[in-house]
């Protein structure tokens, strides 16, 4: 079936520094691919998606392209901020699932110190 | 303003009880979801509707109930068969037109204490 693995964290860095989160998929074809963000005690909200290949989603100053040849979707922003920390989660919805559902890789802890 | 709403925001309940968590949402969202979280994993689903009168079991229904009497009321019953109910839960709502999904989104999240 259909699955996300993400890089395990907490990712640990320093205000103004480069982030990179790694996300790799398991999917038949071209599944849509999303980035949620949690903060803590809070709900998900969508980050940025893209739902073909080579599609660069970007929101806030983070940024995600669809790498079909390398089943990837990496999260990247140039300069985190302290306000960045929370759980980041990436999730495909594929054709095993009808495009109906989202698979959720495990999340990875973003913490950004001063 | 529309959205989710998730209530109560925290919830305390004895071993062995029945309890529902209510999901309510005022986008004219068709589909729902609900799905499970414990610290340091990922969301599991629970269950899910994509139409009102119609849920499917997700990857983890056992012990698990839920109605969608109304497009925007999707409850979830944590029965006693469940054999372990405290976690983080959280409802969900997509539009999934054309048959694709959509943006999923989120309530303020349940949770759920069994003492």
């Known amino acids: 079936g259909d699955s996300v693995t993400q890089m395990e964290g907490p990712v640990t860095l320093s205000e103004e520094a480069f982030l990179t989160i790694n996300c790799t998929y398991t999917a038949t074809g071209y599944p849509s691919l999303f980035w949620y963000v949690q903060y803590p005690g809070e709900g998900l909200q969508l980050l940025l998606k893209a739902t073909k290949a080579d599609d660069k989603g970007s929101n806030k100053g983070f940024e995600a392209t669809y790498r079909k040849e390398t089943t990837s979707f990496h999260l990247e922003k140039g300069s985190v901020q302290v306000s960045d920390s929370a759980v980041y989660f990436c999730a495909l919805s594929g054709e095993n699932t009808g495009f109906q559902k989202l698979v959720f890789g495990t999340g990875t802890r973003l913490l950004v110190s001063p | 303003d529309g959205g989710i ?13 029945n309890v529902t968590l209510s999901c309510e949402q005022n986008l004219n969202h068709d589909a729902m979801y609900w799905y499970r979280q414990d610290p ?4 599991r689903l629970i269950y899910y509707s994509q139409i009102v009168n119609d849920f499917q079991k997700g990857d983890i229904a056992e012990g698990y109930s839920v109605s969608r009497e109304k497009k925007e009321s999707f409850p979830l019953t944590v029965t006693s068969a469940q054999k372990n109910p405290t976690a983080f839960y959280l409802c969900a709502s997509s539009s999934n037109s054309g048959g694709v999904l959509n943006e ?4 303020p999240g349940t949770r759920l204490t069994v003492l």
């Open chain 2, 5 to 17: 709403t998730q209530s109560p925001k925290y919830l305390f309940r004895k071993e062995g009880q």
């Open chain 2, 104 to 107: 999923q989104f989120f309530g």
């Open chain 2, 40 to 43: 340091g994993q990922g969301l």
